[in-house]
């Protein structure tokens, strides 16, 4: 069919109106696109008024105060009640041992003797290794005859004949020769001794002696 110029124009215009609007419409949804999906830039914050931080420091601050306080006073009425325990030592039994050590003496001679002119005495004794530091202690006085003297000698019980003899013998304590008094302190080991008291030298005078000798030494024993 064939279309007048009138409607030819009219129909160019019409159609350059639609492809106008739908260009249009594009374009807005292409911008809205954009904005929907595109990030969106921050916002300006308005800041706190002093006078709103100055309210919140009075009316908080207090409160704060108050629920530290009343929990100190609690741990403390807590720690007042409930007083740490102290652990005591436990006392232990005192150790005892099963030994001890005692002082103990022995008797050799003691007391007032006669001793005969050309005669001689000799007391045995002995030392045991259950003694513990012995010592033989002694002293004597002599009387009688024109001299008031006496021989006395501690030997071992083998040197006793060598003694009785007037022959030369090992001693451990001897008074030289005659004497009227002495003392003697002697350190002996284990073994057998004699105290020997001699008056041979004298022919018709017979002699007092007065005499202590003792074994002084320490023993263990068990401790009941």
Known sequence: MDLSPDDKRR??????KRLAEERYRAQVRAKLTYEEYSPKPPQPTKATPKWVIFAIAVLVGPL????????????????????????????????????RFVAGKQEIADGQIIVKANHWIQYPFRITSEMIDPRVIGSFTASGG??????MAVSTAGEAPNLANGHAAKVFYSTQGRKT????????????????????????????????????????????
Request: aromatic letters at 10%.
């Open 64 to 99: 704060l105060m108050y629920l530290f306080l009343g929990s100190s006073k609690s741990k403390a009425d807590a720690a007042e009640s409930n007083p740490p325990s102290v652990s005591r030592p436990v006392a232990q039994e005192p150790v005892v041992p099963k030994f």
């Open 181 to 224: 008094t002495d003392e003697f302190d002697l350190s002996l080991r284990p073994g057998d001794y004699v105290l020997f008291i001699s008056n041979t030298f004298s022919t018709f005078s017979d002699k007092q002696v007065f005499l202590k000798v003792n074994t002084h030494f320490t023993r263990k024993e068990p401790n009941l």
């Open 11 to 16: 129909i160019e215009e019409e159609e350059g």
């Open 146 to 151: 024109s001299g008031n003297d006496i021989i």
